[in-house]
């Protein structure tokens, strides 16, 4: 591999690539990487602590410019969060798509816009949403893969209305948690989608928490952060390979190699006892 790796990050909502990924993206950055994120939706419909949570108590939902004038106050918040939260993780590079997050569709115009986002940042690698999360219809974060993988494919050929060239990703990653089985060896994959990449991230997940911290319009900080960090990658360390904290992740493609592939952390473990590998995984992060 000549010179950096090109990636890019692509949430639904404001608060996605944070969770899903966040310890993945600072351990790249740390390698000198060119990492970018990008938010499809401004988040501020569903996500917000003063426009999804308030009106729940209300009589009236406010109405014409009344609440026009809310959600881009909110959704301004909510976009200050993102870019407090790539500071902590050293992201610079933070792309807002604006999409209103009432319906999510996959239209022309979403997957477009996505496309020439690849096409102006030309990245190797795609992380975002798997196109077939819950129901694979209705929900967001399944819409939000959907754009993207109509969006890669749209961004392999030209468009009339974008002088830059073609350009093809050559590996997307989709966010685990929430998507596929835990897996715990290759029987464990059987009869569903599965997550195969696990990135280590015990390193950073005091970064990932102070992301989440930051996430405050949407309620992810304090206990919520510590309990997510603790049951979702706490659990894709343990199952993935005996760390504390791991991120998972789907390929999209087999990949190609020169020799078998075997990675430092499982050769290491395959000199641990039982013990040292129940042990390796206990550092938890404090609830404070
Ligand atoms: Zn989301």
């Known amino acids: 591999m000549a010179g950096p790796l090109r990636l890019l990050s692509i949430g639904a909502h404001p608060a996605d690539v944070f969770d899903q990924c966040g310890g993945t993206l600072a351990h790249h950055v740390e390698r000198g990487d060119q990492v970018s994120c990008a938010v499809l939706t401004h988040g501020a419909r569903v996500h917000d602590a003063v426009i999804s949570n308030s ?3 209300r009589d009236v939902v406010p109405q014409g410019d009344e609440l026009d004038e809310l959600m881009v106050e909110r959704a301004d918040v909510k976009a200050n969060e993102v870019r407090e ?3 902590i993780l050293g992201v610079t590079d933070v792309h807002f798509l604006g999409e209103d997050d ?3 569709l996959v239209d022309r115009e979403s997957i477009r ?4 986002l690849i096409r102006e940042l030309r990245p190797h690698i795609v992380i975002t949403h798997f196109p077939r999360e819950g129901d694979g219809q209705t929900n967001a974060h ?3 893969g959907q754009i993207v993988m109509h ?3 749209t961004a392999g050929s030209i468009d009339p209305e974008d002088s830059r060239p073609p350009h093809r990703v050559a590996q997307v990653f989709f966010f685990g948690e929430g998507a596929a089985h835990l897996r715990s060896g290759l029987a464990g994959a059987a009869g569903g989608f599965s997550m195969d990449v696990f990135v280590d991230i015990t390193d950073v997940v005091e970064k990932k928490l102070a992301t989440l911290d930051s996430m405050a319009s949407q309620g992810y900080g304090g206990a919520y952060a510590r309990k997510r960090i603790e049951t979702s990658d706490g659990a894709m360390g343990m ?3 005996a760390c ?8 999209s493609h087999p990949q190609i190699h020169r020799h078998l592939p075997v990675t430092e952390p499982m050769l290491e473990m395959s000199e641990q006892s039982d013990h040292e590998l129940t042990y390796r995984g206990v550092y938890r992060v404090k609830v404070d």
């Open 142 to 144: 399944a819409v939000a």
């Open 102 to 104: 009432q319906i999510l």
């Open 151 to 153: 969006a890669i494919s």
């Open 85 to 87: 939260a790539c500071a």
């Open 55 to 57: 009106m729940y108590h």
């Open 239 to 241: 199952m993935g390979g």
């Open 244 to 251: 504390p904290y791991a991120e998972g992740f789907i390929s």
């Open 113 to 116: 816009n996505v496309a020439r």
